[in-house]
């Protein structure tokens, strides 16, 4: 069944490592997202991607890594993990444009220790 | 940066009741918004989108816009509680902006 689909789901790990997210999308929508919602701050973009090999910065991007070498799969990277890191990770995407509706993953739990 | 500004609740109805969910924008040139609906532990999904001033109804659902005072609203005829959940605003801002959301609650 075409959809969005994030992995893992559930990731603990500590602070100073490494994690990938993973977010794979079998719509062939051209744009792709990533977003943090911590309480209190509400959804918050850190990247976005408007096709293969394009990226840009969205509001929090400091601290992660994205790449996008194929149009299905759009991975984000904390490369030295904080606490302050710790959140519910979304990824979206979008068959129109960064500006038009988005369908939204099922979203990874990450805790930092 | 393009503000969005929804109430946070807990807004809370009795079953049956028609729960309104209002939301604010600081940009006058967007043209479209979008409601999604995020249940506790759940990705927000997709519930309504309106582009023009006025009224769009989806089934108990009815999405407001008024453009010259900036606001679009979230009718909710019949409340349920399977429609206790966070509801999300987002307005076209180059990228989407969120609103924080506001908590609703629909009481038995």
């Known amino acids: 069944d075409a959809g969005i689909t994030q992995s893992p789901r559930y990731k603990i790990t500590e602070t100073g490592r490494q994690v990938t997210l993973m977010c794979h999308q079998t719509?062939?929508?051209?744009?792709m997202f990533w977003y943090r919602q911590d309480l209190g701050h509400g959804l918050r973009l850190i990247y976005y991607s408007a096709a293969a090999d394009i990226t840009d910065k969205g509001e929090v991007p400091d601290g992660y890594v994205v790449s996008r070498s194929k149009t299905e799969n759009f991975p984000l990277t904390l490369e030295s993990a904080t606490r302050s890191q710790t959140s519910v990770y979304f990824c979206?995407?979008?068959?129109?444009?960064?500006?038009?509706?988005?369908?939204f993953g099922d979203g990874t739990r990450l805790s930092i220790l | 940066q393009k503000e969005v500004e929804q109430n946070s609740g807990p807004l809370s109805v009795p079953e049956g009741a028609i729960a309104s969910l209002n939301c604010t924008y600081s940009?006058?040139?967007?043209?479209?918004f979008f409601w999604y609906r995020q249940y506790s532990g759940k990705s927000p999904e997709l519930i309504m989108s309106i582009y023009s001033n006025g009224d769009k109804e989806d089934g108990r659902f009815t999405a407001q816009l008024n453009k010259a005072s900036q606001y679009v609203s979230l009718l909710i005829r019949d409340s349920q509680p399977s429609d206790s959940a966070t509801y999300l605003c987002?307005?076209?801002?180059?990228?989407?902006?969120f609103g924080q959301g506001t908590e609703l609650s629909v009481k038995p």
């Open positions: 987002a307005v076209p801002g180059g990228k989407l902006i």
């Open positions: 979206a995407s979008s068959e129109l444009g960064a500006h038009q509706p988005q369908h």
């Open positions: 719509w062939s929508h051209s744009y």
């Open positions: 940009d006058r040139v967007s043209q479209s």
